[in-house]
T-cell receptor, first 115, second 115 residues
Framework: AQSVSQHNHHVILSEAASLELGCNYS??????LFWYVQYPGQHLQLLLK??????LVKGIKGFEAEFIKSKFSFNLRKPSVQWSDTAEYFC?????????????FGSGTRLSIRP | AAGVIQSPRHLIKEKRETATLKCYPI?????VYWYQQGPGQDPQFLIS???????DKGSIPDRFSAQQFSDYHSELNMSSLELGDSALYFC??????????????FGQGTRLTVV
């Protein structure tokens, strides 16, 4: 069964610091990869997604992620964080095409930004 | 643009009562997913529907049932509520086809509190 691992439970950074959140998945076939963000008290919003093509994907709010197939990784990065990036970040995966396969979420990383 | 609509947004029920949560997917989306997110937890997959048929099942208790109707809206029925059922319940929708995947769009959730 596919699973998603996020290495950092809670990350604390100062404004303007660079961010990298780790994500690894376990599945050997075709996968679709996502990063979702959940601001306090709000619903999940899509930051970026990878289906195929260029393994470096750019999302909203200056976020990007790199898909490295050999490492089963899809790490999220941002060169300079802002206080408004304080949120919970979830890596997610679903598998293949055609079937309405479920999306599996990682356990999440809480990002706290010091002003 | 139309989004996923969930109702109600907040619901307070007593133990052993029944609750019904509704989800209206984005127009033309054929797939609906239900997730449960406890306090400080990642979203846990409950169940999904594709073209009005159950397509996948996760950690959904036997006390819960769900269905997708002809207009593609979905309802999650929860009976014999327990304190531990208090959580945020998310619905998501996507368009599933044999050739391309799309991401899931999440509703704002229904916050269920069982007292």
């Amino acid at each position: 069964a596919q699973s998603v691992s996020q290495h950092n439970h809670h990350v604390i950074l100062s404004e303007a610091a660079s961010l990298e959140l780790g994500c690894n998945y376990s599945y050997g076939g075709t996968v679709n990869l996502f990063w979702y963000v959940q601001y306090p008290g709000q619903h999940l919003q899509l930051l970026l997604k990878y289906f195929s093509g260029d393994p470096l994907v750019k999302g909203i709010k200056g976020f990007e992620a790199e898909f490295i197939k050999s490492k089963f990784s899809f790490n999220l990065r941002k060169p300079s964080v802002q206080w408004s990036d304080t949120a919970e970040y979830f890596c997610a995966v679903n598998v293949g095409y055609s079937s309405a396969s479920k999306i599996i979420f990682g356990s999440g990383t809480r990002l706290s930004i010091r002003p | 643009a139309a989004g996923v609509i969930q109702s109600p947004r907040h619901l307070i029920k007593e133990k052993r009562e029944t609750a019904t949560l509704k989800c209206y997917p984005i127009p033309r989306h054929d797939t609906v997913y239900w997730y449960q997110q406890g306090p400080g937890q990642d979203p846990q997959f409950l169940i999904s529907f594709y073209e009005k048929m159950q397509s996948d099942k996760g950690s959904i208790p036997d006390r819960f049932s769900a269905q997708q109707f002809s207009d593609y809206h979905s309802e999650l029925n929860m009976s014999s509520l327990e304190l531990g059922d208090s959580a945020l319940y998310f619905c998501a929708s996507s368009l599933t086809s044999a050739t391309v995947n799309t991401e899931a769009f999440f509703g704002q959730g229904t916050r269920l509190t069982v007292v």
